[in-house]
Structure formats: C-alpha cells, structure tokens
C-alpha cells in the first residue's frame, strides 16, 4: 500500500506486468551482458523474450557498381547468415525454460526496435550500451540512446561490466 501524500488514504501500489520483452541483440560480447537481465525478468514475470536481431545494409549502390556485384545474391546470403546467427544465439544464450521468439528484420536498428516494440506491445525493452566515444558517437549517437529516447515502453538499459569508461 503506498500513501496519498495529498490525503493520507492509502490506495494499492500499481501493479506492473511485464508479459513481452525485447531483447535487442548485434551478437557481440556488449549485448550478450542484457541477456542476463532478460532472463531473470522473464522468469520473475512469465515473460515471453523476443530475441530481435536487425540486419544493417552498409553497402552503397555505387560500390555495387564498381564491383559488378550481384545485389540480390550478396544480400540473400548476408540475410541467410544472420537468420542463422540469431537462432544460434536464442538458442545459446536463453535457457529452455525461457519463452522465446525470434524476429529479424532489416534496416537501421533503432528505427527497427521502436516499430517492433509497438507492433508486438512489448513491455519492456532490455538493450545492452555499449560505451560508444569519440567522433562516431558524436556524429551518430548510439542505438540504445536512441532506442531510450523513442521507446513507446521502459528500457532497462545495461551497461558492459567490465569495460572501463572514461569520463570525459
């Protein structure tokens, strides 16, 4: 029971249900650091997990054309690889017992996160930082900043524990 400061009637503490959550991942070492909390949040609520994996395109149509490149081909194969690295990753990092569902998608990552936290009501996304400095993270901020400034729910957002940041 929490205090109505106003009138000093108690009322019931809102309860907070957190049935989807969005796992984020890029594969690396930094992201694998959110799966913990992830997991433990699942198991606490009955949660499913939507481990979600999105495919960024980095190549331009003029290196395509310089190279004679067949687009189709090479992005088939990029999207191939990645299907496979996130079914290896759910299936690695997220225990049996965790309720899980894949989702791949491609196109810039944080845009891709907010469009599915909508689309699938998520609760709850679960995203890892990764200490990003220097010019790139002048020029273009990082996803997990931009995922907690747009997010339409909570983001817990978890930092690398042993990566040392320097302040700066």
């Known amino acids: 029971m929490t205090v109505d400061k106003n009138h000093g009637a108690s009322k019931p503490a809102p309860t907070i249900a957190l049935?989807?959550?969005?796992l984020p991942t890029d594969f690396s070492p930094y992201s694998r650091c959110a799966v913990?909390?992830?997991?433990?949040?699942?198991?606490q609520y009955?949660?499913?997990?939507?481990?979600?994996y999105v495919l960024e395109q980095f190549i331009s149509p003029t290196d395509i054309l310089a190279a004679e490149v067949d687009m189709d081909k090479l992005l088939s194969k990029m999207e191939a690889g990645a299907r496979k690295k996130l079914s290896e990753f759910a299936r690695s990092?997220?225990?049996?017992?965790?309720d899980r569902e894949e989702i791949f998608q491609t196109g810039k990552a944080f845009s891709r996160?907010?469009?599915t936290a909508r689309?699938?009501?998520i609760d709850l996304i679960v995203i890892a930082t990764h200490g990003a400095t220097g010019l790139s993270h002048a020029l273009f901020g990082s996803t997990a900043e931009k995922v907690v400034r747009k997010s339409p729910c909570p983001v817990l957002s978890v930092k690398h524990t042993e990566h040392d940041f320097v302040l700066p």
Not at 19 to 22: F, N, Q, T, W, Y
Request: glycine share 4%; charged share 25%.
């Open 36 to 43: 913990p909390y992830a997991i433990s949040l699942a198991r």
């Open 113 to 115: 996160i907010i469009q």
């Open 93 to 98: 990092e997220l225990p049996a017992d965790v």
């Open 19 to 22: 049935k989807r959550i969005l």
């Open 46 to 52: 009955g949660s499913r997990v939507y481990v979600h």
């Open 119 to 121: 689309e699938h009501d």
